[in-house]
């Protein structure tokens, strides 16, 4: 399972893999559409100060595999 802190998210997003990996990440509103798309292949922390405020998904998929968890942007 992935872990995501803090959430709320002010300024970054830490993510943490359980398994180290290949993985494509996606941020998602909540109508679906990607704000943001970037690639993982370890533990990273993801600059979301430029996110409005609410609610978000992120999204992490690897071949053969799909992670979904929300957090909220302050």
Do not use: C, H, R, W
Not at 34 to 58: A, Q, T
Request: glycine residues 6%.
């Amino acid at each position: 399972m992935v872990n995501i802190y803090p959430n709320p998210a002010d300024q970054f997003l830490n993510i943490e893999l359980p398994v180290k990996g290949n993985y494509n990440a996606q941020i998602l509103n909540t109508v679906g559409a990607v704000i943001s798309d970037f690639e993982l292949s370890g533990d990273k922390i993801v600059d979301v100060s430029s996110l409005s405020p609410g609610f978000y998904l992120l999204k992490i998929s690897s071949n053969n595999s799909i992670g979904m968890q929300s957090f909220i942007k302050e």
